[in-house]
């Protein structure tokens, strides 16, 4: 790997002790950045290099998935950090941070590869970008490399405005927009199940599944985020992001090349055959919900508007379910039902593909019910692929019962999502990166969702915590005939 200088805003904030830095250090310790690296943190206030290398070893003792077992490769590791103080608004802060790149870049003699990380709160995205073109950051001999982090813009206009901003420093293949579902080992492997065993993607069209549904619930609550969180709901925070990437990983085509190009454009491409919700009906396909008291593992929590910092009026969306339709060939007639939300029975992530159950009434007339063939994807907290089948039960008389077979990746050992994602911005793979072109498609099926909830034209379903959210969530599914699978 090239050698190069690793910039990060935001060095001293939660986000770079809890999961940039462990993450850099376990690539280091698996040769996975080059020997010749320079890493130079920025934060607002003022430390030196030995404080904030003393600031890197700490989180990495505290997060770091591996311990700390060899005294002189953690010191080796940290010798490539230092530190500059940085005012975002100012100017000349820009271009004393270039003489510091600069001189580390002779000092070590790397060439003038560089990687902005902007670890800082969205507001500042586009100053920072502009800034770094203006100084002259950006004027490499070599490449240049933006890594930003969701919330990309709060509605579609903003989100346009701050790529219109950040595409006058940047170029689209030099801006890697992580979401960091897309770092998921499970999901990642969503390409692979589906493309590389020719028995799944042989069924994978409306010819043989039902339905798709799709689930990332939470047991926390609003946690200490109250500011942004009442703001964004789920819809921003969850659906937005997150979950439509489920939906573009789970049904894009066959590419014709598994290059990062071709997979991104068959995203796109479900993105457009997204079919968009009126205003009007947004009643119809998506239900909102707010979580009311209840126990979590059998604690009691408040409701959302008792939390601190939430107004006791709050509207905002801490459950959203949806009803999606993709009008292409390969989907129509196949619903894709999405939910998730906050203070929910487990925490799971996980999407059950529902097969066709064609033979059902040939064993109905023999008295026996058939269980529709599932596909459970875990992806989080385990990861698993299970198969739903039906097989005669010898200790029932055979009688036909579903049975799963499972397969349980060992991930003892494996790297975590930052690490991934970090690795392949590093050597320039945007596979598992948002291209601007879905979130923008993202936005554009969002935003008459964001104007229906704002101008409340459907109701706000309050949910015990500790449930699996509104009743109203599961009639989505009934009026299908359908119901959501492993609500146990
Ligand atoms: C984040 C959201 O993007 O994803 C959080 O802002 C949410 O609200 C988190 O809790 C969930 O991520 P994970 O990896 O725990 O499923």
């Known amino acids: ?78 010798s ?24 580390r870049e002779e000092e070590l003699g790397i060439p003038e590869n560089r990687m902005f990380y902007l670890s800082v709160a969205p507001d500042f995205f586009d ?28 509605d579609l206009t903003s989100a346009q405005d701050l790529n219109e901003k950040l595409s006058q420093a940047f170029k689209e293949d030099e801006i890697y927009r992580i979401d960091h579902y897309l770092g998921k080992s499970m999901v990642q492997n969503l390409e692979a199940l589906e493309f590389a065993n020719p028995i799944l993607q042989s069924l994978w069209n409306n010819q043989h599944i039902a339905n798709v549904q799709i689930t990332a619930s939470e047991t926390v609550g609003v946690e200490k985020r109250a500011d942004y969180y009442d703001q964004a709901g789920a819809i921003r ?35 457009e055959s997204l079919r968009s919700i009126k205003k009007e009906d947004v009643g119809l396909h998506i239900i909102r919900g707010q979580y009311d008291a209840g126990e979590i593992h059998g604690q009691p929590v408040v409701k959302y508007t008792d939390e601190p910092k ?63 063939n599932l596909l459970i994807i875990e992806i989080n907290p385990h990861e698993n692929v299970a198969l739903q089948l039906n097989s005669k039960n010898p200790l029932k008389n055979g009688k036909i019962e579903p049975v799963r077979v499972e397969f349980a990746a060992d991930q003892k050992g494996a790297p975590e999502a930052y690490e991934r994602l970090i690795f392949d911005a590093l050597t320039g793979d945007s596979t598992f990166f948002a291209h601007w072109k879905e979130v923008e498609l993202a936005w554009e099926w969002i935003q008459p969702i964001l104007e229906a909830f704002e101008e409340n034209l459907l109701p706000l379903y309050l949910y015990s915590s500790g449930s699996y959210g509104p009743d109203e969530a599961n009639h989505l599914l009934d009026e299908d005939g359908f119901k959501w699978w492993l609500d146990e």
Not at 88 to 100: F, H, Q, R, V
Not at 241 to 255: E, F
Request: aromatic fraction near 10%; charged fraction near 30%; proline fraction near 3%.
């Open 1 to 78: 790997m090239e050698s190069m200088t690793f910039v990060l805003f935001g060095a001293t904030g939660d986000l770079a002790k809890r999961k940039i830095f462990p993450a850099l250090y376990n690539l280091f310790l698996d040769e996975k950045i080059p020997p010749s690296i320079s890493i130079i943190g920025s934060g607002i206030e003022e430390m030196s290099d030995i404080d904030f290398q003393n600031g890197v070893r700490q989180s990495v003792e505290t997060f770091s998935r591996r311990l700390i077992n060899n005294h002189s490769k953690i010191e080796d590791f940290i």
């Open 80 to 103: 490539s950090f230092c530190y500059k103080a940085l005012d975002a608004t100012n100017n000349k802060d820009y271009e004393d941070l270039l003489d510091l790149v600069q001189r």
């Open 127 to 154: 100053l920072i970008a502009l800034n770094i073109k203006e100084s002259g950051l950006g004027s490499t001999k070599g490449w240049k490399r933006l890594i930003i982090e969701k919330p990309f813009g709060h």
């Open 237 to 271: 925070d969850m659906v937005q992001n997150h979950m439509l990437q489920l939906v573009m990983m789970t049904a894009m085509h066959l590419p014709k090349k598994l290059s990062s190009h071709e997979i991104r454009d068959e995203k796109r491409k479900v993105m």
């Open 310 to 372: 939430i107004d006791s009026s709050s509207q905002n969306d801490t459950f959203v379910a949806a009803r999606l339709w993709i009008d292409n060939s390969f989907w129509n007639g196949v619903p894709f039902y999405i939910r998730t939300g906050k203070r929910m029975k487990d925490k799971s992530t996980r999407i059950v593909i529902e097969f066709k159950n064609y033979l059902k009434d040939l064993y109905e007339n023999q008295d026996e019910t058939v269980e529709p």
